[in-house]
């Protein structure tokens, strides 16, 4: 079955003022679409033009190597932001609790630890990617990756990811990425981001 664009769980204008209404217009209706569209072209006639987008991206080894780019790339666009408009709330902020805050208490000290960190590993991204935090299957962790990589390529259950390409980002605040990247957590959603903690854990 071909890949779609999910609906957005809340109004353009739900993340004001940390993310604008124009932002999120552009960002799920143009770019993701995008992303969507240019995945099932490339996947269109392989052996894979039916698969989820985890096993695509699983699979990528055994697509012909021509489609192997722009299905990266593609399929990758589609599963990051599938997953950062559900980890976000208009009702979102504060901090994880339950066994999401004791597993990030044990891999890296506490919450204030884990933001520093997945800030840094944002602001730090030469040029486009994203910032993560992760199940690796066998402990939390984050980095981040360029362009539309994703952590399912490696094996790894993304849980939080946080889009750092211009286009997350510009209208706002232009290249002011550390801006962003702080007002970001304002919108962050822990019950969603646990909830994929605990299937990860199934």
Do not use: C
């Not at 044990?106 to 933001?115: I, M, Q, R, S, V």
């Amino acid at each position: 079955m071909a890949f779609t664009l999910p609906e957005l769980p809340y109004a353009l204008d739900a993340l004001e003022p940390h993310i604008g209404a124009r932002t999120m217009e552009i960002h799920h209706g143009k770019h993701h679409q995008a992303y969507v569209d240019n995945a099932n072209k490339a996947l269109a006639g392989t052996e894979l033009e039916n698969a989820s987008v985890e096993e695509v991206l699983r699979k990528l080894d055994s697509l012909p190597e021509d489609k192997r780019t722009p299905v990266r790339n593609n399929a990758g666009g589609h599963a990051n932001h599938t997953l950062f408009w559900e980890i976000m709330s208009p009702d979102g902020g504060g901090e994880p609790s339950g066994a999401l805050a004791e597993a990030i208490a044990g891999a890296f000290g506490g919450f204030d630890a884990l933001k520093e960190t997945v800030t840094q590993n944002g602001v730090t991204r030469f040029g486009s990617g994203w910032t993560w935090l992760v199940w690796s299957g066998s402990a939390l962790e984050a980095y981040s990756t360029a362009n539309q990589d994703s952590p399912i390529m490696e094996g790894h259950v993304p849980l939080l990811g946080i889009d750092v390409w211009e286009h997350a980002y510009y209208l706002n605040y232009q290249n002011r990425r550390p801006d962003y990247l702080a007002a970001w957590w304002n919108v962050v959603d822990w019950g969603a981001v646990a909830a994929k903690f605990e299937g990860a854990q199934a």
